[in-house]
C-alpha cells in the first residue's frame, strides 16, 4: 500500500471521527417531560427554590427531584415512559443523564439520594377562595399544611409573576394572616414552608383578590310632584353605574311603594301617588352589578298646595280664633 493510498484512508477516517464529534452530543443526549405527575412532587429551580412538578414540565440533565411518600411520577423520553416513585417515606432523585437510546436503562440515569432531607412540602392554600372581591382593604388569609412545627414565608403582590412584592413576610409562624390597609387593586398571594432546618420548600399555587369598594350613594334632589306623576332626580357619576331607586310611605321602608332597578339615567318619573308624606332613596351599582348601600331617605308630600295669596287671610283667621278661646 502506498503512502498516498494511507494519506487518504487516514484523511477519512479523520472526517469520520470528526463528524461523530458533531453529532454525537446531539444524539446522545435529550429531553424528557413529565407525563403525569400523583401525589406531592418538586423539582429544585435553584439554590433551595423548590417548585410543584407539573404535567408537560422538561426534565433535563442534573435535576434534582422530590418525590413525596406514596407519591410518584411517569416521565417521557422518546417514545418510552419510566416511572419513579418516593416509596413509604419520600425521596430526592438526581437524573444523572437523559438518553433517548438504549445507552441508560429504559433512557434515564437516576440517582437516589437518600442522604438529604426532603424540603418541606407547598402548603395548602384555604380562604378566601380565588377571585374574591373584598369592598375594604382588610383581608385574612388562611392555609394549611400536614407537615408539623413550620415557618411559613407569605407573598403578596400586584403582580403575577411576583416581580412587585406588597408584603414579603418569612419565618411566620401561623396557618393564618390579617392584612390591612390595601389599596385599591388585583392582588396575587402565596404561601411557602420552611423546615426546622430553615430549607424552605415550594410555593403553593397562586390565588388571585380583588379590592374593589362599591360605589357610594347618589346625591339626591328634592323630588318634583304634579297631580299626575312624581320626579327624581340625582347626580350620575359615570356611564357604568346604574341604580335602585325606592319610595315608601314609612322611613324605614318597610312596605316599598315603588321599587325600581337597574336605571339607567339620571331621574325617574312615576306615576300617580296617593296623596300624603312620603320617602325616597336611591343607591348605585357599578359595572359588575354590585350595589353600594342607599342615600339617606329624603321626605316629600304628594298633594294639594295651599296657594302663597291664601296664607295671610289663613293666619288672621288662626289668630283670632286664638284671641276668643282665650289666648295670652
Known amino acids: 500500500m502506498t503512502n498516498s493510498c494511507l494519506h487518504g484512508i487516514l484523511i477519512k477516517a479523520l472526517l469520520l471521527i470528526t463528524g461523530l464529534l458533531f453529532v454525537l452530543p446531539t444524539l446522545s443526549l435529550a429531553e424528557g417531560t413529565i407525563e403525569s405527575v400523583t ?8 439554590v433551595e427554590d423548590w417548585q410543584p412538578l407539573k404535567e408537560a ?53 437516576i ?11 407547598p402548603p395548602q392554600l384555604l ?7 373584598l369592598t375594604n382593604g382588610t383581608i385574612e388569609l388562611s392555609w394549611s399544611s400536614s407537615q408539623k412545627e413550620l415557618l411559613y414565608h407569605i407573598q ?26 390595601l389599596e385599591k387593586g388585583k392582588f396575587y398571594w402565596r404561601v411557602s414552608s420552611l423546615d426546622k432546618e430553615g430549607i424552605e420548600g415550594g410555593f403553593s399555587d397562586i390565588r388571585t383578590f380583588e379590592v374593589k369598594p362599591l360605589p357610594a350613594p347618589p346625591s339626591v334632589g328634592s323630588p318634583a310632584s304634579t297631580k299626575t306623576s312624581t320626579t327624581v332626580r340625582w347626580k350620575r357619576r359615570s356611564d357604568e353605574e346604574k341604580y335602585h331607586l325606592q319610595i315608601s310611605r314609612d322611613k324605614d321602608f318597610s312596605e316599598i ?8 339615567g339620571p331621574r325617574v318619573t312615576v306615576g300617580t301617588l296617593e296623596e300624603g308624606d312620603y320617602f325616597v332613596r ?17 321626605q316629600f308630600y304628594v298633594g294639594p298646595k295651599v296657594p302663597s295669596s291664601n296664607i295671610a287671610p289663613v293666619m288672621i283667621i288662626l289668630g283670632v280664633a286664638f284671641m276668643l278661646l282665650g289666648g295670652p
Do not use: C, H
Not at 86 to 100: A, F, W, Y
Open 282 to 298: 336611591v343607591s348605585a351599582a357599578d359595572e359588575e352589578g354590585s350595589e353600594g348601600r342607599f342615600s339617606d331617605p329624603q
Open 257 to 264: 311603594s315603588v321599587d325600581l332597578m337597574n336605571v339607567e
Open 39 to 46: 401525589g406531592s412532587t418538586l423539582i429544585m429551580k435553584g
Open 57 to 109: 414540565d422538561a426534565i433535563t440533565d442534573g435535576v434534582l427531584l422530590w418525590i413525596g411518600p406514596s407519591s410518584s411520577l411517569v416521565l417521557k423520553v422518546g417514545d418510552k415512559l419510566i416511572e419513579l416513585s418516593g416509596g413509604p417515606v419520600g425521596s430526592n432523585i438526581m437524573i444523572n443523564k437523559v438518553e433517548p437510546f438504549d445507552a441508560a436503562i429504559n433512557g434515564v440515569g
Open 127 to 133: 380562604s378566601p377562595p380565588e377571585g374574591i372581591r
Open 156 to 181: 403578596i403582590s400586584d403582580t403575577p409573576d411576583f416581580n412587585k412584592l406588597v408584603l414579603d413576610e418569612k419565618s411566620y409562624n401561623s396557618e393564618t394572616k390579617i392584612i390591612d390597609k
Open 111 to 121: 440517582r437516589y439520594l437518600a442522604a438529604q432531607m426532603p424540603p418541606a412540602s
